[in-house]
C-alpha cells in the first residue's frame, strides 16, 4: 500500500494568515501516460462529510474559493490556504488514488487564532 | 441538485452482517462510480471499495474479503455488506460518488458494533 503522511498533525494560524499542510506519499502517484498526479485533498468540518476541495493535486473544484491551492508532484504535496478565513477551521485530509487501496493520510488540525 | 443518503442498521452484533444501502437523488447512476468509505469515531477516514454503474468492483484488501458491493441502479441505489464484524467496524459510514476522488457525499451514517 502507499502509505500517506500529513504534516503538521496540528497548526494554528492567525485570520487573514496563510496556512500549508504538506503530504508525502511513500511511492510515486503521478502516473507517467497522462502526467497527472492522482491526489485529492478534503476539508473537514465537525459531524460534516468530507468536502472534496482538489484533484488531480491542483485542480480546484467548482465553487471551492481561490484561495485554497493545491500544488506539488510525484511524492510531495502542498495544500495552501492564503488568507485565512474564520470558516476555514477543519481538518485536513490529502488521498491518493493512484492504485488500490485507495489511502487517506492522518488528516491535519487546522485551528483559526 | 443530487444528493446521497446512507440507511440501515445503526446498531450490529459482533459477527453478524452490516448492510448499508445509499439512495442517490437528483441524478442519474449511469456513468459513475460509487464509493464507500467509513470513520471510526475521533479517528480518520478508511476506503471501502467502489462499483461502477456497469458492476465492476474494487475492494480494500485490509477488508479480508468481508466487503461486498452491490448496485441497483434501476432504484438509484447501491448497497454495501460486511461480514463477521468487530467493534472495530465501528465507525460512521459514509457513501460518495467517484472512482478516484469523491465529489459528493452522503452525511454519513453511524454504525455500532456490539452485543
Known amino acids: 500500500d502507499i502509505v500517506m503522511t500529513q504534516s503538521p498533525d496540528s497548526l494554528t494560524v492567525s485570520l487573514g494568515e496563510r496556512a500549508t499542510i504538506n503530504c508525502k506519499s511513500s511511492?510515486?502517484?503521478?502516473?507517467?501516460?497522462?502526467?497527472?498526479?492522482?491526489l485529492a485533498w478534503y476539508q473537514q468540518k465537525p459531524g460534516q462529510p468530507p468536502k472534496l476541495l482538489i484533484s488531480w493535486a491542483s485542480t480546484r473544484e467548482s465553487g471551492v474559493p481561490d484561495r485554497f491551492s493545491g500544488s506539488g508532484s510525484g511524492t510531495d504535496f502542498t495544500l495552501t490556504i492564503s488568507s485565512l478565513q474564520a470558516e476555514d477551521a477543519a481538518v485536513y485530509y490529502c488521498q491518493h488514488y493512484y492504485n488500490i487501496p485507495y489511502i487517506f493520510g492522518q488528516g491535519t488540525k487546522l485551528e483559526i487564532k | 441538485q443530487v444528493q446521497l443518503q446512507e440507511s440501515g442498521p445503526g446498531l450490529v452484533k459482533p459477527s453478524e452482517t452490516l448492510s448499508l444501502t445509499c439512495s442517490v437523488s437528483g441524478a442519474s447512476m449511469n456513468n459513475y462510480f460509487w464509493t464507500w468509505i467509513r470513520q471510526p469515531p475521533g479517528k480518520g477516514l478508511e476506503w471501502i471499495g467502489y462499483?461502477?454503474?456497469?458492476?465492476?468492483?474494487n475492494y480494500n484488501p485490509s477488508l479480508m474479503s468481508r466487503g461486498s458491493l452491490s448496485l441497483d441502479a434501476s432504484r438509484s441505489q447501491f448497497s454495501l455488506n460486511l461480514t463477521s464484524v468487530t467493534a472495530a467496524d465501528t465507525a460512521v459510514y459514509f457513501c460518495?460518488?467517484?472512482?478516484?476522488?469523491?465529489?459528493?457525499w452522503g452525511q454519513g451514517t453511524l454504525v455500532t458494533v456490539s452485543s
Open positions: 460518495a460518488r467517484g472512482g478516484t476522488s469523491s465529489d459528493l
Open positions: 511511492r510515486n502517484v503521478l502516473y507517467s501516460s497522462n502526467n497527472k498526479n492522482y
Open positions: 462499483i461502477s454503474y456497469s458492476g465492476s468492483t
